[in-house]
């Protein structure tokens, strides 16, 4: 089984301080096969993550955007997504072969037919989100046909890696994204402690009043 965590936020966030060099360390430390690193409407960190890499761990290049219909989870990209106007996102993402994830469904959305005819994974496991929630997001998941994955949502060290999917493959294959769309899987997860939510505010705070530097 190959080992994927689909929303990890590094110090590119303004409410995370995973330094890039961090995730690989913890990531490889953990045993995962791949990762995304999906800062908040910035590529920057999955970049500065990607070129730091080393080992043979996965590193796709990703971007969480705030559009009207709330958060989606952007794979795969080259270049940062400019617009928030959620069709618009899917341009650009599909004009980078990108593959677009609905972030926790049930956290802070619209679920429109224009947002849930245009995505192509859902999200049905995220760490920091409440088990009620998750499981809306796991049966939307089965309504709409769509194929799962679960993600950490990781801002802080220890978070990395508890919503893992786990395709079962043995081995890493040539198209990847056919993989992560198509392959059979299996959700690992583990809940964040509520108090990393408020750990993250607190960051949020300290760099708003300047005492905690933002890359
Ligand atoms: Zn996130």
Not at 104 to 127: G, Q
Not at 183 to 211: A, F, H, W
């Amino acid at each position: 089984m190959l080992k994927f965590d689909f929303h990890i936020h590094s110090s590119y966030s303004f409410d995370s301080i995973l330094d890039p060099a961090k995730i690989l360390e913890i990531s490889s430390r953990k045993g995962l096969d791949g990762i995304a690193v999906t800062d908040h409407n910035s590529i920057r960190g999955g970049l500065e993550t990607r070129d730091l890499n080393r080992s043979s761990l996965v590193v796709m290049v990703g971007s969480e955007i705030r559009t009207e219909w709330g958060d989606v989870v952007c794979v795969f990209l080259e270049k940062e997504i400019i617009t928030r106007k959620f069709l618009e996102v899917v341009d650009e993402v599909r004009k980078q072969k990108g593959i677009m994830i609905l972030a926790h469904p049930f956290w802070k959305h619209t679920l429109s037919e224009e947002l849930l005819s245009n995505i192509d994974l859902v999200e049905a496991f995220n760490s920091r989100i409440s088990p009620k929630l998750n499981s809306k997001g796991e049966k939307l998941a089965l309504e709409r046909d769509l194929p799962q994955v679960a993600g950490s949502d990781a801002h802080l060290p220890w978070e990395i890696g508890k919503g893992i999917t786990g395709f079962e493959v043995s081995s890493l294959p040539l198209d990847l994204k056919q993989m992560i769309l198509m392959e059979k899987r299996n959700l690992i997860k583990v809940q964040s402690n509520p108090v990393d939510v408020l750990i993250t505010q607190g960051i949020k705070m300290l760099r708003k009043r300047g005492i905690l530097q933002q890359k």
